[in-house]
């Protein structure tokens, strides 16, 4: 009412000065009853903001985890180079790439960065290295090029995770001597051929056949039908020469299961191999400087040394043999290297959402809208607690993903046959709430910047299209979820068969009595860490009882078990998020417990007791079955809208943490009145 009674004034006013007899009186009575408000100015946020209590290169070190000088050495030679496009907006260089080019413009420029990084050294090791540190650094570079172009690093991924990947876990010393160095260097360009138009998740189902001909010594790869043809293979469409083919094997007329072969599809000289057709899967929502391809082989022969044999081998006059017998266990040794696609999918997820995230609040600390009185300068975005619960709560569930991402990657290059349980479980269930976490926070923050986040340039609304696929590739995140929950109740089912305590897959905590929430809680408990355990454990442990005895009863009344899981889809959904939220926990913990420093302590703790508050004021579960009541759940959200307001002067340390050098950002995360001026010459690249 306030604001309506001044501006009614101001027009009284206004209308009362139309009746001055004199045009100079009229022009000075006007100027006083209506002054012109001064045009807006830009300024850092780190001029306005409070200085870090915490230090935000020892915080970045805990985040990024290892590899920092590495990072920073890659993120330099991108800025250095004209083939990653840096445009100046605002005085500043930003390097982000040309999503206006064509499709086949994005592919060939995606292949001559992948030179640049080659000549440059990135590269070495990837195959040949040998040992952790080898290892870990090139996780690290992989994450690093995917906050320029995810095209770019997909790309990159499938040559050495997937195909490289299948020849060193796959093949034998033949294969690693013949293959490694010449993947390493590029001198093949290489493809991964599993998925099929009939057949994504359910590898097990596809169609592609190949039959060993013992009178030539050769294996004949064929495709059957239609829905055979490998679909979606990222290189096959334009570069690849080589790709690792996955088929049933034929010998002697019996069908020995799904095995993977070397085959060539290309010459030298980039022509398409006899036997072998090849078409392009066309233009995508994003990933467009991938070339996604489909094949068909048509009685394509190869070696029979190009059998990857590391599981099973064909001997030269056709006896299949394998150590493992079990079709089921074989299937699985085959499957379990191939969980790198999942550890890598979820840390660049974790990595985009730190993007749109950086771009977002720092946006939000220079852009203002409406004031709160009529003479006083108009609000912060993020000094209005509605945008505060839209984004500070991601930025906490971005630092506890991170965590999980670090750990992820430590249990994969860590390794040992008697956890490959638990990293397939973990890899599934990580993957799928860390990309669905980046696609929330991506549109959420394209939103929290209004019309700058449709604007390619400002790079979180291109984003979406380019990370959407995240949820679907390398297993569809619902279909990875059920696998989750059905690992927990083979877990749950062994332990109770045997009488014996829980010890894989973090439910040692099922060993120990049951948690009880306290009746009512107070907003110190609801930060205690113990508090926040219990309640996450007591929600996977109830479900987990819950999900075993429906899927009991649905056997008890004539279902088969797949048919029992399948229709308790909603346990196990519920029971698979779950398991993860307490992982994820858990992993943030820990990494808590690493630090001794008292301010960095203290952020991690606050950033701690929102990642879980936001996790209970989110999920209806927790209200459902009974684990708040009804004014837990508001003490809860109360203490949401708290922890907002004491992340609020944090905000900018937080994302600066992220390590992302500026022009990784965009021009609204900084000037973005100046990236937005008039110039004589317009830039409209």
Sequence with gaps: ????????????????????????????????????????????????????????????????????????WVFNLMIQSKLFNPKTRGGKVFVVPDYNQSMEQQREITMKRIQYL??????????????????????????????????????????????????????????????????????IKCCFSMTELGHGSNVRGIETVTTYDSKSGEFVINTPCESAQKYWIGGAAN?????????????????????????????SDGNICPNVRIADCGHKIGLNGVDNGRIWFDNVRIPRENLLNSVADVSPDGKYLSAIKDPDQRFGAFMAPLTSGRVTIAASAVYSAKTSLAIAIRYSLTRRAFSITPDSAEVLLLDYPSHQHRLLPLLAKTYAMSFAANHLKLLYVKRTPQLIKTLHVVSSSFKAILTWHNMRTLQECREACGGQGLKTENRIGQLKGEFDVQSTFEGDNNVLMQQVSKALLGEYLAAKKRNKPFKDLGLDHMNKSCPTI????????????????????????????????????????????????????????????????????????????????????????????????????????????????????????????????????????????????????????????????????????
């Design 518 to 685: 306290p009746l009512q809680l107070t907003a110190s408990t609801v930060r205690s860490v113990q508090f926040q355990n219990d309640i996450l454990c007591l929600r996977e442990r109830d479900l987990l009882n819950r999900f075993a005895a429906q899927v009991s009863k649905y056997q008890a009344q004539g279902e088969s078990k797949e048919s029992a899981v399948i229709a308790s889809y909603r346990l196990a959904e519920d029971l698979g998020r779950a398991f993860s939220d307490r992982a994820i926990f858990q992993t943030f913990v820990e990494a808590e417990n690493n630090v001794t420093d008292v301010p960095l302590k203290n952020i991690l703790s606050l950033l701690r007791s929102m990642y879980v508050l936001v996790t209970l004021d989110e999920d209806a579960a927790f209200l459902r079955y009974g684990y708040l009541t009804v004014e837990n759940a508001e003490t809860v959200r109360k203490e949401v809208a708290n922890l907002c307001s004491e992340m609020r002067p944090h905000a900018l340390a937080l994302v600066t943490s992220f390590g992302i050098p500026d022009a990784f950002l965009s021009p609204i995360a900084f000037d973005w009145i100046a990236a937005n001026s008039w110039s004589p010459v317009q830039d409209l690249d």
């Design 239 to 267: 570069h690849a020469t080589h790709t690792v083919v996955f088929s049933q094997l034929n010998v002697d007329g019996k069908n020995e299961g799904v095995h993977a072969f070397i085959t060539q599809i290309r010459d």
């Design 118 to 187: 080659l000549d440059h050294g990135v590269f070495d090791g990837w195959l040949t290295g040998q040992g952790f540190e080898s290892e870990m650094r090139k996780l690290a570079l992989l994450e690093v090029i995917e906050i320029f172009d995810h095209s770019l690093a997909i790309k990159i991924g499938v040559h050495f995770f997937l195909w490289g990947g299948a020849i060193q876990f796959f093949g034998t010393k033949r294969h690693h001597d013949k293959w490694l160095s010449a993947t390493e260097n590029y001198l």
């Design 1 to 72: 009412m306030e604001k309506v009674n001044f501006r009614t004034q101001v027009l009284i006013r206004h209308l009362q000065q139309q009746t001055t007899s004199t045009a100079t009186a009229t022009a000075t009575a006007s100027a006083t009853a209506i002054s012109r408000s001064p045009c807006l100015s830009y300024s850092p946020p780190e001029i306005s903001e409070q200085p870090s209590p915490f230090d935000v290169s020892s915080m970045r070190k805990l985040m990024d985890g290892h590899n920092l000088v590495d990072r920073d």
